[in-house]
């Protein structure tokens, strides 16, 4: 049973880099067949995906973070990361990484228990 | 706002049958996208519950089911219990997005 955990600063200053990573166990990244995903939960709101990184080192953001966003992987340690400039407090969620499974509409099979960060001075 | 459409709650009493619908468009569900289903319960991360519209994962029990026609779906819970309380949210892609993954606003399920 793959197992993922998050973690990272809890507080960023705005304008600054939000930065966390994502440790997997129970299985290697390398494996093929699953995206590992960064998503975002607003307090007290829905879930916003973010991006994700494929085994291959290939990545896909969603368009409206693309171009404040990073995510990166080190298959050999079995972790990814998410990096996120110049935030503000727009920025302030509940960050999870999840697995998704391949394929024409994939799924997230494995999900972190979240991170919260918030943007604050 | 949200992609796809979930009605922000529902009750039900223990015992009955609710269903929670998520309305998408030609770009999304009604493009041939598959709809997957998750809960999360107050403070634990999003679990999967149906994938591919009507499938269960390993552990989780047949009350749950869903279904998927146009441009909705529906996720269906019958024989309501106290534990089936919290947000239930639909996800799937939607090509007007660059092909992003999309998730509904989320449901509160409330067992009366």
């Known amino acids: 049973q793959v197992q993922l955990q998050e973690s990272g600063p809890g507080l960023v200053k705005p304008s600054q880099t939000l930065s966390l990573t994502c440790t997997v166990s129970?299985?290697?990244?390398?494996?093929?067949?699953?995206?590992w995903s960064w998503i975002r939960q607003h307090p007290g709101k829905g879930l916003e995906w973010i991006g994700y990184?494929?085994?291959?080192?290939?990545?896909y953001y969603n368009p409206s973070l693309k171009s404040r966003l990073t995510i990166s992987a080190d298959m050999s340690k079995n972790h990814f990361s998410l990096k996120l400039n110049s935030v503000t407090a727009a920025d302030t969620a509940i960050y999870y990484c999840?697995?998704?499974?391949?394929?024409?509409?994939?799924?997230?099979?494995?999900w972190g228990q979240g991170s919260l960060v918030t943007v604050s001075s | 706002q949200p992609v796809l459409t979930q009605p922000p709650s529902i009750s039900g009493a223990p015992g009955q049958r609710v269903t929670i619908s998520c309305t998408g468009n030609?770009?999304?569900?009604?493009?041939?996208?598959?709809v997957h289903w998750y809960r999360q319960l107050p403070g634990t991360a999003p679990k999967l519950l149906i994938f591919?519209?009507?499938n269960r994962p390993s552990g989780v029990p047949d009350r749950f089911s869903g279904s998927k026609s146009g441009t909705s779906a529906s996720l269906a819970i019958t024989g309501l219990q106290a534990a089936d309380e919290g947000d239930y949210y639909c996800?799937?892609?939607?090509?007007?997005?660059?092909?992003?993954?999309?998730f509904g606003g989320g449901t509160k399920l409330t067992v009366l």
């Open positions: 999840a697995r998704e499974v391949w394929g024409a509409t994939g799924h997230f099979d494995s």
């Open positions: 129970g299985g290697s990244m390398k494996s093929g067949g699953y995206y």
């Open positions: 990184i494929y085994y291959s080192g290939s990545t």
């Open positions: 030609s770009s999304n569900i009604g493009a041939g996208f598959d």
């Open positions: 591919s519209n009507n």
């Open positions: 996800q799937s892609y939607d090509t007007g997005l660059s092909g992003s993954v999309v």
